[in-house]
């Protein structure tokens, strides 16, 4: 692929800006590749005389070009990363070993960088440096530093750490961006910093509010960008109509998640920087975010302008020219006063046919604006155009942007034969990011040429005609006030989005880079893997290929990554992004279309959490002898798993919100099941109807635990308490501050003393006073699972760390730490279960393996894998566990979330 420095533009840019740049030699997007070997002229050094003169050369490129290329997030042509020496060679603005092919040498030593009009140059020994650099290899000053992987749940732990710093009824409110993909895709803090300056200035052009608020960082790298929907007046509305386009959308099933899409009542409160850029620019999204009607005339009402008016009673100030830059024919620029500031629009012409027999008659052509400079309109003497651009004042200051047909009617982009933008790849200006672009000081001065043309041919005007001329034309000083008024204004606007004016666009650059070829450090961050981890398991898929016919599929999308330099198109990862979710993670796509259970003042979803996670949230089989499960679901009930006849056989229906917990009475007489609205409602399972409705919760019921005699009942919630039921009653009997956001509860009865799991810890809790006895410590991040050994001796925890922890009943010291070995890079466990000798302990992981250990009371041994489900297993049980001295396999049950239940057949030969 060529690559392509950014030069000037070849015409000025006309009147008000209202014409796109026309920039020549300019590639419309850069391919990113991996950094090539030293050759040519590479000069052999000592490690410390490498280290040095690079340290040298990157002084010299900090002294003259960091200013306008990284600093701040500066990125003059589209460059932000003049001091990034590793990133120079990777996007092959430097060629090792090779100064006189390297674009970056070869600007500098022309005297075009910096720019010619910059009085602080280069020495000529600063360029022979250079020179030496690049000839020795291009050399680093210092090895790259290790990044630590940033994952997705990093990004929620991040997200729910500061939602809890803002008052629970401001939490519905914030939304999030974040640019963690691009920092583990290796961009640098320059050129994440230009994303965090596109997505103020893109945020705040999609607002109607009078004030700018910048987005605000609220982790320690800045990846993470925080927004009030207040702040811009948007709603739950119209996030929702932003993540109905977004192709990212997960079924996050960490801990973390849930509770962060239960704080902001959002199933997703959070999205991609680089997605929202390249899209949220573009319409018809940009439309609707930014709530533009559909006709001019509609917004000019909004904006309480009256054109025809205006222009009637002399009120607007115009400018006509020729070589726009963009417009194949003349155009018009025409500027009213608005509500918010200034209202600028264009009127297009067509191309004036050139062949004869295409004409009508040898009158001058109603599309020439100079033999017809008034209108618009149907009269004889009005120009005929096809079509333009507007160009209004938001509220803030910044700029929103509308595309009309002759008819004044809202098109997405501009017809080609009219106007062109060669960065887009079809050359068609896009609005609003071609019209970002354009405008990036706001309004372009350009001179008018009609009003000196009609004095100098007043014979073939009329007088009247002459004087409108002259009243709408108005004086090129008059213009030229005006205009340098409006860019003072946006100017000062985009200062305060924390950004300034620069000949690239920062939301054009992004696009361009999302929509640009990506190569396997992009494709595995997106995806959310260390590169290492992906490159193993798309090697692995390429090879059960001939298998497989789903790794067949994604071979053939994204095999050419592990080709040299590979690369893969933005719409094949669009494309098969769920495919590759579903087999390297055990992840699903989240639905996020035609959300409609919002809030009564729109501000979120009633229950977020009923489509975000699993059809299933939990699982609870009977304790005699495994004759059915009750499965808590997603869609508001109880599903009665029937396992002889291995299908769901009834619904229980009571719920209001999205069922999270369940559990089963000793006796098997009585069901419990714990929804997102807080209530715990009682089932009678000999008649299946409903018995009892507790009250007391104020979050979601997230776990129940019963005692032995089925006569209490014990809930935890995400309003941070531990309740113990009477349910001779049905009445709270005890409740104890718990804090945090419980996972889970183990009974112990034989010690009075319940097991909860709060975040990464299990606190020890005695039931007579509620005070914690203990606390365990040894996982890394939260426990979704815990399970008491038949015989009461030992406690597992089960964690999103990938280990599963085995306890002594009395001790907060760990006797064994079992890892999931099922994969590089540690899966998620999600369920436990002992088998009734007590000997064998089960654990199933978020992407469907089952992993079973023999435990003798002081080691364990891992006694293999299975792979049941693709997907995240819920629950699971022995259904017949090893009988010794016999060959009978044993079995055990799991359901995936989606309600899919699974026999393995373990051999016994694995228990030997």
Not at 609 to 636: M, Y
Request: proline fraction near 6%.
């Amino acid at each position: 692929m060529r690559h392509y420095w950014f030069v000037a533009t070849s015409i000025t840019i006309v009147g008000a800006g209202l014409a796109l740049c026309w920039v020549r030699g300019q590639a419309p997007a850069e391919k990113p590749s991996s950094t090539p070997s030293a050759t040519g002229k590479s000069q052999t050094l000592s490690p410390q005389l490498s280290r040095d003169l690079a340290q040298r050369a990157r002084q010299v490129l900090d002294r003259y070009c960091h200013s306008c290329h990284g600093q701040d997030g500066s990125a003059e042509g589209g460059f932000n990363y003049a001091t990034d020496l590793q990133r120079l060679v990777q996007r092959r603005k430097v060629v090792p070993g090779k100064p006189d092919e390297s674009p970056l040498f070869r600007r500098v030593a022309s005297g075009k960088m910096p720019p010619p009009d910059v009085a602080r140059r280069p020495t000529q020994q600063e360029i022979v440096l250079l020179r030496d650099w690049i000839e020795a290899g291009a050399p680093l000053s210092e090895a790259p530093p290790d990044r630590a992987f940033v994952s997705d749940g990093d990004v929620f732990q991040a997200i729910l750490n500061d939602l809890e710093k803002h008052p629970p009824r401001a939490r519905r409110f914030l939304r999030y961006f974040t640019l963690h993909t691009l920092y583990n895709a290796g961009l640098s803090d320059d050129e994440l910093q230009t994303y965090r300056l596109a997505v103020s200035k893109l945020m705040n052009s999609l607002s109607w509010h009078p004030e700018i608020t910048r987005p605000q960082p609220i982790d320690e790298r800045g990846l993470v960008l925080r927004i009030d929907l207040r702040d811009f007046f948007w709603d739950a509305t119209l996030w929702n109509r932003l993540l109905a386009e977004y192709p990212y959308a997960v079924q996050w099933d960490s801990l973390a998640a849930r509770i962060v899409a239960a704080q902001t009542a959002s199933r997703l409160p959070v999205v991609r920087a680089d997605w929202f850029l390249a899209n949220a620019s573009r319409a018809p999204l940009y439309y609707d975010l930014l709530q533009l009607p559909t006709t001019a005339q509609e917004l000019e009402r909004q904006l309480r302008i009256d054109t025809l008016l205006n222009i009637q009673q002399e009120r607007v100030a115009r400018a006509g020219f020729n070589n726009s830059g963009v417009a194949r024919n003349n155009r018009l620029i025409e500027r009213h006063y608005a509500a918010h500031g200034a209202y600028w629009r264009t009127y297009d012409f067509e191309d004036i046919p050139a062949s004869l027999v295409e004409r009508t008659g040898l009158i001058p052509d109603r599309r020439n604006l100079f033999a017809y400079p008034l209108g618009p309109g149907n009269l004889e003497n009005n120009f005929l155009h096809a079509g333009g651009e507007i160009i209004f004042n938001l509220p803030n200051g910044l700029l929103g942007f509308m595309l009309v047909n002759a008819r004044n009617e809202r098109i997405n982009k501009g017809p080609i034969n009219l106007v062109s933008d060669p960065k887009r790849p079809d050359r068609a200006v896009e609005c609003a990011v071609s019209c970002f672009n354009c405008h990036y000081t706001g309004i372009l001065p350009k001179s008018d040429q009609i009003r000196a043309f009609v004095e100098q041919n007043q014979r073939h005007f009329q007088r009247q005609d002459v004087e409108v001329v002259r009243a709408l034309y108005v004086p090129e000083q008059v213009m030229r006030q005006l205009m340098e008024k409006d860019m003072a204004r946006f100017r000062q606007a985009v200062e305060k989005t924390g950004g300034r004016i620069t000949a690239s666009d920062p939301i054009m650059l992004a696009t361009l880079r999302y929509e640009a070829y990506q190569d396997m450090a992009t494709v595995a961050a997106e995806v959310g893997l260390p590169k290492d981890v992906f490159k193993q398991q798309l090697a692995e898929l390429v090879a059960q290929a001939p298998n497989d016919p789903d790794a067949e599929a994604i071979s053939r999308n994204f095999g050419a990554l592990l080709l040299p330099d590979g690369d893969v198109s933005r719409a094949v990862i669009v494309q098969a992004f769920g495919d590759l979710l579903r087999k390297m993670r055990g992840l699903a796509p989240l639905n996020t279309q035609n959300i409609v259970n919002t809030l009564p003042d729109n501000s979120g979803e009633l229950d977020p959490l009923q489509e975000l996670a699993a059809t299933v949230h939990q699982i609870a089989l009977d304790h005699s002898n495994r004759r059915f499960a009750l499965l808590a679901g997603a869609d508001k009930t109880l599903r009665l798993f029937d396992i002889e006849q291995f299908r769901e056989t009834r619904r229980l229906i009571g719920h209001t919100s999205s069922v999270w917990a369940v559990a089963i009475s000793p006796d098997n007489r009585w069901a419990a099941s714990g929804s997102a609205d807080g209530t715990i409602l009682v089932w009678n399972l000999r008649d299946f109807v409903l018995e009892k409705q507790l009250r007391g919760h104020t979050g979601l019921v997230a776990t129940l635990a019963w005692s032995t005699d089925g006569s209490k009942l014990y809930s935890a919630a995400w309003d941070g308490t531990l309740v113990g039921w009477d349910l001779s009653q049905g009445k709270e009997q005890a409740r104890w501050p718990i804090g945090g956001y419980p996972t889970a509860l183990a009974l112990m009865e034989k010690s009075q003393e319940i097991a909860v799991a709060l975040g990464s810890e299990c606190h020890i809790v005695g039931l007579e006073d509620g005070r914690v006895r203990r606390i365990l410590r040894g996982h890394r991040a939260p426990i979704t699972a815990l399970a008491v050994s038949p015989d009461n001796r030992w406690l597992a925890t089960a964690s999103e760390d990938g280990t599963v922890i085995i306890w002594p009943h009395a001790s907060d010291k760990p006797l064994a730490t079992l890892p999931n070995n099922a994969t590089a890079h540690s899966p998620a466990w999600r369920s436990l279960a002992w088998a009734p000798s007590g000997a064998l302990l089960a654990a199933a992981d978020s992407q469907g393996r089952l992993s079973v250990w023999q435990w003798n009371g002081n080691e364990s041994k891992a006694i293999g894998s299975w792979q049941p489900h693709s997907t995240s297993i819920i629950g699971l049980a022995w259904l017949q566990p090893p009988t010794v001295g016999t060959d009978a396999p044993s079995t055990i049950i799991t359901w995936n979330r989606d309600g899919q239940a699974k026999l393995t057949r373990l051999p016994q030969s694995s228990f030997r």
